[in-house]
Every structure is written in C-alpha cells, then in structure tokens.
C-alpha cells in the first residue's frame, strides 16, 4: 500500500481559477514531517513546504496555502488564481522519525494551466 | 541557480559502454541521495550517504555503483546497463539525514536514454 498518496494524476485548470491539489498519508509514527515540492519541466524539484506532524496550523504564502489535518491524514495543496508559470507536477512527501534516511514520494499530480 | 549541480544533462549510451553521472552540491550539507524517476513511476530512492557514508541501498541492481569521495560529490558508476534503466536520475542533498525535518535540494537531473 502506498504509504503517499495523491490521486489527482493529472489536472486541467483556466489561468485563474483556483486549484486543489490532494495528498494523503499514511504513518504509525507518531513524529513525521510532510513536504510539497514542485518539478517544472526543467526537471528539478523545488521544495515549497515543510510541516511537523504536531503543528496542524494551516499555512499561507502569496497564493499558495496548504490545509494539514491529522484526522484525515491529509496535505492538501490550494493554488489560487492559478497562473500558466505553476503548470508542473507537484509532489507530496513523507519523512517518518523511524526512517528519516527515506522520504517517501508520493506519485505526483501534473498541472496544468492553460491560459 | 541551483545549489546542486548534475552532469552531463543528457546522456545517450549503448548498453556495454560505461559512464559515469556526477553529482556536486555548493549548499555544506552532509547529506546526499541518488533518485531514479521513470516516466508515470513515483520517485525511486535508490541510495543515501551521509557523512560521506552509504546509509542505504534501496535493493539497486550491481550495474549502478555509487561513489562518495566527500560530502560535496556523489558519483553514479554506469555498466551494462539494460533499456528499462532509461529514466531520469536526481541527485539530492539535505543538511543532515538523520534530522528528518530537512528538506532535500535537487539538482535538475541527468536524462539518461540507453540504446
């Protein structure tokens, strides 16, 4: 079973319109951390997010928020007033305290943003 | 411009040559990883060092030989490799593995196509 997953492979929005993009975990530790990175078609991944699994306060930054909620394991992603420059894929990821030296990828979600 | 530089970009080879992908990181981490990513397959952490040491070998085949002379430069030693090792391999570093919080750094990848 996936330990990361995002079940969004793919998804189409108009320039503007806002875009949620899903992520859910799975985890018996009781001390992890969950990343989003982003991987424009350059081909390098930029990390976006870093969150601590005993901090669920959600997290803004310009258009960019994340909802974090323990109950459902779940990291979602909102970009709003989507722009042609966020078209990449988008990946989730988990670091459990038990296996820090591997973070767990979740599969990806590819945007794009047609203008 | 990135803090982890990858060469060559592109690399074309036949399945007796041997190569070599070099990996170089400017950001004084101490961590280090090679990924592999297929097209439509997540992220595959194939190995981890840190503190110039291998932590982890996710199950790689022999054909691929790591090489970390310092904690700046990591190697992917290329032999016989087989058209299914036909992806496109990151390098990463973070500032310490065990400390599971620190997000990686990626470089932009070397697209590796075996004939």
């Known amino acids: 079973a996936q330990k990361v997953t995002q079940a969004q492979t793919e998804i189409s929005v108009v320039e503007k319109e806002d875009v949620t993009l899903d992520c859910v975990y799975e985890?018996?530790?009781?001390?992890?951390?969950l990343f989003w990175y982003k991987q424009p078609p350059s081909g390098e991944l930029v990390f976006l997010i870093r969150r601590n699994s005993f901090d669920e306060q959600n997290e803004i930054s310009g258009r960019y928020s994340w909802n974090f909620q323990k109950s459902t394991s779940s990291f979602n992603f909102t970009i709003t007033a989507s722009q042609v420059v966020d078209s990449a894929v988008y990946f989730c990821?988990?670091?459990?305290?038990?296996?820090?030296?591997?973070?767990?990828f979740g599969p990806g979600t590819s945007l794009s943003v047609i203008p | 411009e990135t803090g982890v530089t990858q060469t060559p970009r592109h690399l074309v080879m036949g399945m007796t040559n041997k190569k070599s992908l070099k990996c170089e990181q400017h950001?004084?981490?101490?961590?280090m990883y090679w990924y592999k990513q297929s097209a439509k397959k997540p992220l595959e952490l194939m190995f981890v060092?840190?503190?110039?040491?291998?932590?982890e070998n996710n199950s790689v085949p022999s054909r691929f030989s790591p090489e970390c002379p310092n904690s700046s430069h990591l190697f992917l030693h290329l032999h016989t490799l087989q058209p299914e090792d036909s992806a496109l391999y990151l390098c990463a570093s973070s500032q310490d593995m065990r400390q599971g919080n620190q997000p990686q750094h990626f470089g932009d990848g070397t697209r590796l196509s075996i004939l």
């Open positions: 950001l004084g981490h101490n961590a």
């Open positions: 985890t018996r530790d009781t001390t992890y951390y």
């Open positions: 060092y840190n503190f110039k040491e291998q932590t």
């Open positions: 990821a988990l670091s459990e305290r038990t296996s820090y030296d591997k973070v767990i």
